[in-house]
C-alpha cells in the first residue's frame, strides 16, 4: 500500500482502520455519514459556521464541472485544516483536513 492513497465508504470509517492504512504507509480519505453522528454532526457544525463567513477561513477548493443529459451537475470539495472542529481529531493518526463536498 505505500504511497497509495485508499478511499473508503462510511461503514470503513473508524480510527482503527486509518491507523492501519498509515502503518502501511498509505494516505487515506474516508466518507463521513450518519453512522458516525458525532462526526458528521461536528463537520456539518463548521461548514455551516464556514458558510456563514468563508473570507475568515482558510482552505482549499476544487471543483468540477459536468453537464450531461440537459443536466448541469457542479462538484466543489472544500478541505480545511481546521482539525480543533472535530471531537478528538488525535485518533486520527496523521489527520491533516477535513474534506466536505457539495453538490448542485
Given amino acids: 500500500m505505500q504511497g497509495c ?3 473508503l ?3 470503513g470509517t473508524q480510527a482503527s482502520i486509518a491507523r492501519a492504512i498509515r ?3 498509505a494516505d487515506y480519505v474516508l466518507a ?3 453512522n458516525q453522528p458525532t462526526l458528521a ?3 456539518g457544525d463548521f461548514f455551516a459556521c464556514y458558510q456563514a463567513s468563508p473570507d475568515k477561513t482558510p482552505h482549499t477548493v476544487f471543483e468540477t464541472v459536468e453537464k450531461d443529459h440537459g ?4 462538484r466543489r470539495c472544500h478541505a480545511f485544516d481546521a482539525l480543533q472542529c472535530l ?3 488525535e485518533q486520527w493518526q496523521d489527520l491533516k483536513s477535513t474534506p466536505f ?3 448542485t
Wanted: proline share 8%; no cysteine; aromatic share 4%.
Fill in 5 to 7: 492513497i485508499v478511499t
Fill in 101 to 103: 463536498k457539495v453538490f
Fill in 41 to 43: 454532526e461536528a463537520i
Fill in 32 to 34: 463521513v455519514k450518519d
Fill in 87 to 89: 471531537p478528538r481529531p
Fill in 71 to 74: 443536466r448541469l451537475e457542479i
Fill in 9 to 11: 465508504d462510511a461503514m
Fill in 23 to 25: 502503518q502501511r504507509g
